[in-house]
Every structure is written in structure tokens, then in C-alpha cells.
């Protein structure tokens, strides 16, 4: 085997991950092995070992650099963007972009993972978080009650699976530029109405 050229600690790490989604993706959580994802990533199993405790540890620093970082990402939104019309557009298109760009975990894997007790208790706590967070935020800045405002971000939530289940289980174009104007405009609606109705 072909040793991937020595890096630093951090990039190092980097790499395994993306190495571990790989084979992740191939094999499942259950199917792979440490030994799968050293071989994808060009290095010993020692190597592996130096920078992760066990195979669970590397998924976990897969879900905090996934998952973790990409709701991270949506919450610190809140802090740049006052008014939630523009705050709902910017969020659409990050989300978009980070689909097309970035690697994601299938929904098998997340679906074996998340019978892993401190990956479920991470990602509950991650969850809670930022729809907490965005609920106020729509609550303040978008002007509709603390319900409706929660269960917009749980119909945000819902379109980000489908669009991950879209991924992974159908191959054929689609027009994502459509289908983002779309997702946004269906956000705003339910924003506006829910603010004229919380008004009166």
C-alpha cells in the first residue's frame, strides 16, 4: 500500500474523516472496519489509532464535522442576518451548497449510527439547540409565535432529509436552482401568513 505523504495532526485528521465517509458510505457503519478506512486513506491502522480510540470515535468526529458543523452553521446565521425573509434565503442556499459540495453520510449509515447511544445524545442535544435558537429568532425577528416558528424549522428539517434521501437513492438530474427558489418561497409564505394571523 501506497502511505499517504505525513501531515499535520490537524489535516491528518481532516483526511481520515473523509476517508471514514467513504467507506462508510460503501460498506455501512456495521460492514466497516478501522483497517477499510487506513486502506482508503493511504496509512497504517496505527495511524488511525494515533488520532481515534475506536471506530465509533471516528464516527463521531464524522458527525461534528457533518452534522454538527453544518447546524452550527445555520445558527450562527442568526447573529449575521436581522430579517428573518433574508435570513430563510440565506439558509436555503447554504444548505444547498452544502449538499452539492460537501461529503454527507448516506441515510444507512445514520440509520446503523443512531443506535449508538452517545451519537443519539449528541445529535438530540445538537437538534434541540439550534431549533430552539432559530424558533427565537423567527419568534423576535419574523414576528409569529413560538409554535409556528418551531414547526417551520421542523418542516426545514424534513426537506433537508428528503433532500439527502433525493441524493443518495435517485440518480437523475434535477434542477436544484428550481427547486431552491421553490423551498424558498414556500418559507417566506408560511412566515408572512403566520406573522399576519399572529398580528391580529
Known amino acids: 500500500m501506497k502511505q499517504s505523504p505525513k501531515l499535520p495532526a490537524e489535516k491528518r485528521q481532516a483526511q481520515l474523516i473523509g476517508a471514514a465517509i467513504e467507506v462508510f458510505n460503501r460498506k455501512g457503519y456495521n ?5 477499510d478506512i487506513a486502506r482508503e486513506a493511504g496509512v497504517t491502522k496505527g495511524a488511525i489509532y494515533f488520532h481515534f480510540k475506536s471506530k465509533e470515535d471516528i464516527f463521531m468526529a464524522v458527525v461534528r464535522e457533518t452534522a454538527g458543523r453544518q447546524m452550527q452553521g445555520i445558527v450562527d446565521y442568526l447573529k449575521q442576518q436581522p430579517d428573518a425573509n433574508l ?7 447554504y444548505t444547498f451548497e452544502m449538499l452539492n459540495k460537501e461529503k454527507q453520510v448516506s ?3 445514520w440509520e446503523q449510527a443512531h443506535k449508538i447511544k452517545r451519537i443519539q445524545e449528541y445529535m438530540a442535544k445538537a437538534h434541540e439547540k439550534m431549533v430552539n435558537e432559530i424558533a427565537h429568532y423567527m419568534k423576535k425577528n419574523g414576528g409569529i409565535s413560538l409554535k409556528k416558528a418551531k414547526s417551520l424549522v421542523w418542516i426545514m428539517h424534513a426537506i433537508w432529509d428528503g433532500m439527502l ?3 443518495f437513492c435517485y440518480h437523475g438530474q434535477v434542477d436544484h436552482k428550481e427547486m431552491m427558489k ?3 418561497s414556500m418559507y417566506q409564505l408560511y412566515l408572512n401568513k403566520h406573522k399576519a394571523m399572529h398580528k391580529v
Do not use: D, R
Not at 460492514?31 to 483497517?35: F, K, L, V
Open 165 to 167: 434521501v433525493q441524493k
Open 182 to 184: 421553490q423551498i424558498i
Open 107 to 109: 441515510v444507512e449509515v
Open 87 to 93: 435570513f430563510i434565503e440565506s439558509i436555503v442556499k
Open 31 to 35: 460492514g466497516a472496519t478501522t483497517e
